[in-house]
C-alpha cells in the first residue's frame, strides 16, 4: 500500500492551495484518512481526518479554513486550504487506516510528506 500525496507548495497569506492524497495497493476497505502536519522544531499534530461514514474531525487552529473531503471511489482524500496563515506553514502527512484483505487488521499508513509554505 502506498499514500501519494500532491498539491504543496508556495502559497500567500490569505491564499488558498488543495492537497490531495491516493492510496494504492491491495487494498480492501479504508477506514479513516487524513491529514497531519509537522512544522520545524514541533511536534506532528493532527489537522483533519475523515472517517468512512464521512465524519469530520479539524484541530481548532484550521476550523472555518480548511476543508478535507474524500472521494471513496479512488481511495482519495482531499484538503482544501482556504485563508491561509504563516503558521500553517509545515510538511503535510496524509494518514489513512487501511485493510489489505479481508482478514487483516486495520493498520496505519502514512504518506512521505509534501511541503506547504506560507509566505508573502
Known amino acids: 500500500v502506498q499514500l501519494q500525496a500532491s498539491g504543496g507548495g508556495l502559497g500567500q497569506p490569505g491564499g488558498s492551495l488543495r492537497l490531495s492524497c491516493a492510496a494504492s495497493?491491495?487494498?480492501?476497505?479504508?477506514?479513516?484518512m487524513g491529514w497531519f502536519r509537522q512544522a520545524p522544531g514541533k511536534e506532528r499534530e493532527l489537522v483533519a481526518v475523515?472517517?468512512?461514514?464521512?465524519?469530520?474531525n479539524y484541530a481548532d487552529s484550521v476550523k472555518g479554513r480548511f476543508t478535507i473531503s474524500r472521494d471513496y471511489a479512488k481511495n482519495t482524500v482531499h484538503l482544501q486550504m482556504n485563508s491561509l496563515k504563516p503558521e500553517d506553514t509545515a510538511v503535510y502527512y496524509c494518514?489513512?487506516?487501511?485493510?489489505?484483505?479481508?482478514?487483516?487488521?486495520?493498520?496505519?499508513?502514512w504518506g512521505k510528506g509534501t511541503l506547504v509554505t506560507v509566505s508573502s
Open positions: 495497493g491491495s487494498i480492501f476497505s479504508i477506514n479513516v
Open positions: 494518514n489513512a487506516d487501511i485493510r489489505r484483505y479481508y482478514s487483516d487488521p486495520f493498520m496505519d499508513y
Open positions: 475523515i472517517a468512512s461514514g464521512g465524519r469530520t
